[in-house]
C-alpha cells in the first residue's frame, strides 16, 4: 500500500480571497526543549498553510497545541525515546529506527 500527499505549489492561494497564509518564522530567544519552538520545529516540515493549523505533537505524544484541519505535526522519530534506543551505536536499520 502507498499513500501519498499533493501540495499545492508555493503562490497557489495567493489570489484566493479569504484565504491568508501568515509564514512560519522560528521563535526568538527560545530552548529547543521550549513548546514554542518544539511547535515551530515540528510544523516548519509542512506547508505554512498546513502546518499553521495543524495539531502539535511532543515526543511523548501529548498536544503542544490543538489544531483546526485534521493534520498532525510531530517529531521526525518519535520512537527516538523508546528503552531500546541506542543514542551511542545508531540504529541497526532505518526500520528499527521508526518502526511502522
Known sequence: DFAHLMIP????????????VEPNVEPANES????AWQVWAY?????????????????DSKVLRAGTN????????PQGKKAWAD??????????????
Open 9 to 20: 505549489f508555493p503562490g497557489y492561494y495567493d489570489n484566493v480571497p479569504g484565504v491568508t
Open 32 to 35: 529547543h526543549v521550549s513548546a
Open 43 to 59: 510544523t516548519s516540515a509542512a506547508p505554512d498553510f498546513l502546518g499553521n493549523k495543524a495539531t502539535v505533537l511532543d515526543p
Open 70 to 77: 485534521g493534520w498532525t505535526c510531530m517529531s521526525a522519530n
Open 87 to 100: 543514542p551511542k551505536a545508531g540504529w541497526a536499520s532505518a526500520r528499527e529506527a521508526a518502526p511502522v
